[in-house]
Nanobody, 126 residues
Framework: EVQLVESGGGSVQTGGSLRLSCAAS????????IGWFRQAPGKMREGVAC????????YYANSVKGRFTISSDSAKNTLYLHMNNLKPEDTAVYYC???????????????????WGQGTQVTVSS
């Protein structure tokens, strides 16, 4: 059974930083495609940052490029999202998601991923 457990969310002011963690079990982070998605109230879930263990390809949403960095720790089988210079529009529930396959064309589409964590809230105040 695949389990993804997110942590690290919280409330920060504009310009602050947070690091989200996603501890995986039943799924090898470096063997599949895994990423971070977010959903704000009244909005659709969107891909934020994704990484493929197949070839190391990374995806970042335009809105977070230069501010967010995705990384993984093989020894801990954990995915991270380092978020800097946070803005109020980054406020959302952030989810970790994983899939065994890899398709660069669909890497940022939520429907690509069968495995999801429970989410962690990130709130950025102005």
């Amino acid at each position: 059974e695949v389990q993804l457990v997110e942590s690290g969310g919280g409330s920060v002011q504009t310009g602050g930083s947070l690091r989200l963690s996603c501890a995986a079990s039943g799924f090898i982070v470096d063997d599949g495609t895994i990423g971070w998605f977010r959903q704000a109230p009244g909005k659709m879930r969107e891909g934020v940052a994704c990484i493929s263990g197949h070839d190391g390809s990374e995806y970042y949403a335009n809105s977070v490029k230069g501010r967010f960095t995705i990384s993984s720790d093989s020894a801990k089988n954990t995915l991270y999202l380092h978020m800097n210079n946070l803005k109020p529009e980054d406020t959302a529930v952030y989810y970790c998601a994983a899939v065994s396959a890899y398709n660069i064309a669909t890497i940022a589409q939520p429907t690509t991923y069968p495995y999801w964590g429970q989410g962690t809230q990130v709130t950025v105040s102005s």
